[in-house]
């Protein structure tokens, strides 16, 4: 499965500074002190110039003057902007009465310079990442779409419509069962980014990657002291997703002590670090993905009753995708144009030929793999159309190949890779010819002049 990727170039993220002051005392000031916070400048004798924007700090500054900064400091705290205010007199009774009114600091000049720049270096500094965050959001809100997922299947839909209901739920837990590339952490991404948690983060751990000794520790996080070389307390994944989403990936294989700790967690919504005593609340949504049939496991005593329960509260299969073969010809075509366009090659059309071959293919690595195919066969071929020969797949895991022999898919004569992907769609469609045809995107007359004339086949529509 592959979501449609329309990535939105973030913007330039220069804050800008306004000064309001009359007089000329410290005009000559801002322009270098906008250029140390590489902010751009504005500076006016009229409040009513300002606009109000979320990534603008204000200066009030009178020199000399310094009654007027209280009745400015409370008209432009009301439009929600940062106000700092700036005088020549160093007086911590004016600071506290200009403090009460709504700014955020004082400054005499020319003394507190220095600290003048530093306190708007930190500020601009913290809109920025504000707003990267902000940006970061929007493009992976863009990315993960459920209209963005290619597939039209009945088995993708139902997937995806079941996916789209617990979105508005974001304490719900999500089981995702599935064979390994056919797009679970896709469909976590998309829950994450289309629902109410999207500005907070999305973790994800794939749990059969970290050793079980480790396992504990990066999920739970671990106190000063907990063992051997924590010389430092750490957060687990759990508080660094704070607010979000955890994707636990692979959670089949988790340790039989460590189900049992998920398990408390899931149900208290508190955790404990290694080595500590202080109950800490978590508040996420979790995902659960899997490539092994939990429930199988159960049986055989390998995964706890009780926590399959709990994670199986909304349970989603993502089909392999033998099961849709409908979705392959689209999904090749987008990965050849987005390939093509990746790497800067000419896009090379699909022949039908090469349509009903991908179609016939099982696919056992699913979409990774018919990607990885798709960006192999765009690098190493210079085909202006694509046909079965041209493709160079690795073998599925019932071939048995000698050494040093090509996977290709051309390595059978065309006649007999199309004739093999005609039986197998009818097979598959338990004889209905209609259904097979639509399938293998050609007409019911073409499908039946190939079964009936295997010695005459031709690559015609």
């Known amino acids: 499965m592959s979501g449609t990727a329309r990535l939105a170039t973030a913007p330039e993220l220069r804050p800008r500074l306004v000064v309001v002051q009359n007089g000329e005392s410290f005009r ?3 322009p270098s002190v906008a250029t140390e916070c590489e902010v751009a400048l504005t500076v006016t004798a009229d409040p009513g110039d300002v606009v109000p924007r979320a990534d603008t700090i204000t200066l009030v500054v009178a020199p000399g003057e310094e009654e007027q900064l209280e ?9 929600g902007m940062e106000v700092g205010a700036v005088g020549a007199r160093a007086d911590h009774r004016l600071a506290g009465t200009i403090g009460r009114a709504g700014a955020s600091e004082y400054f005499a000049l ?3 310079r220095d600290a003048l720049s530093s306190w708007l270096r930190v500020r601009f500094d913290t809109m920025r990442a504000a707003a990267a965050r902000t940006t970061f959001t929007d493009v992976e809100r863009e990315k993960y779409r459920f209209d963005g ?4 299947s009945a088995a993708l839909n139902a997937a995806l419509e079941r996916a789209a209901r617990i979105i508005p739920h974001p304490s719900v837990t999500v089981l995702l069962n599935g064979e390994t590339g056919t797009g679970k952490e896709l469909v976590a991404r998309a829950i994450h980014y289309q629902g109410p948690r999207q500005s907070a983060p999305f973790v994800d751990v794939n749990c059969a990657a970290i050793p079980d000794q480790l396992l504990e520790s990066e999920l739970f996080g671990h106190e000063r002291g907990a063992f051997t070389g924590a010389t430092n307390a750490k957060a687990g994944l759990f508080e660094v997703a704070s607010g ?6 692979e959670v089949g294989h988790l340790a039989g002590p460590l189900q049992g700790k998920l398990l408390r967690v899931l149900e208290e919504r508190v955790l404990r670090r290694v ?3 202080r109950p800490i609340p978590v508040d996420i949504r979790v995902i659960a993905a899997s490539h092994v049939d939990l429930a199988e496991a159960v049986r055989k005593g390998t995964f706890r009753e009780d926590l399959y329960f709990r994670l199986n509260v909304v349970p989603i299969t993502i089909p392999p995708l033998r099961s849709r073969r409908e979705d392959i010809v689209p999904l090749a075509r987008h990965f050849i144009a987005k390939f093509a366009a990746e790497y800067g090659l000419p896009e090379p059309t699909l022949g039908r030929s090469a349509q009903v071959a991908l179609t016939a293919r099982d696919w056992p690595g699913n979409v990774r793999e018919l990607r990885n195919v798709i960006e192999r066969t765009l690098l190493l ?4 159309t694509l046909e079965p020969a041209d493709f160079i797949t690795d073998p599925e895991p019932t071939q048995t190949s000698a050494p040093g022999a090509s996977t290709g ?26 259904e097979a045809a639509r399938q293998l995107g050609i007409s019911r007359t073409r499908l039946k002049r190939l079964l009936d004339e295997p010695d005459e086949i031709t690559d015609d529509a």
């Open 381 to 384: 071929s210079n085909a202006t």
């Open 275 to 277: 080595g500590g005593t």
């Open 28 to 30: 000559t000031l801002w």
């Open 71 to 79: 009745p400015l400091v409370r008209r432009l705290v009301g439009s």
């Open 110 to 112: 020319p003394g507190d």
């Open 409 to 434: 898919m051309g390595l059978q004569p065309l006649d007999a890779t199309i004739r093999a992907a005609v039986h197998s769609a009818v097979e598959r469609c338990r004889g209905n010819k209609s």
């Open 244 to 249: 979000g989403t955890l994707l636990l990936d």
């Open 149 to 152: 997922i290619i597939g039209t």
